[in-house]
């Protein structure tokens, strides 16, 4: 079956960075576009970055510009999402997802503070 596993989120301090990773397994990860997501408390989950299935095409909301960096390693079936100067409202749990079958992953805590 699908299998999205989330790793690398903890907490960081205000200006830190830290590199999310989602390991795919279960479908053609080399042929699916992939999505990072994050979601708050109350809140619904908002699209933070999205990548073609070859990694030549990107989006990023408009919150994460320039400092969220979306790849991939089709040969390692993992989605990463790079996150540079951390603000403390970008504390949520991410997940990642793939849009051609609907499949969510678990989630990660990104907690950014001092």
């Known amino acids: 079956q699908v299998q999205l596993t989330e790793s690398g989120g903890g907490l960081v301090q205000p200006g830190g960075s830290l590199r999310l990773s989602c390991v795919a397994s279960g479908f053609t990860f080399s042929t699916s576009a992939m999505r990072w997501y994050r979601q708050t408390p109350g809140k619904e989950r908002e699209l933070v970055a999205a990548i073609s299935s070859t990694g030549g095409t990107t989006h990023y909301a408009e919150s994460v510009k320039g400092r969220f960096t979306i790849t991939r390693d089709n040969a390692k079936n993992t989605v990463y999402l790079r996150m540079n100067s951390l603000k403390p409202e970008d504390t949520a749990v991410y997940y990642c997802?793939?849009?051609?079958?609907?499949?969510w992953g678990q989630g990660t805590q990104v907690t950014v503070s001092s």
């Open positions: 997802y793939v849009p051609k079958l609907g499949s």
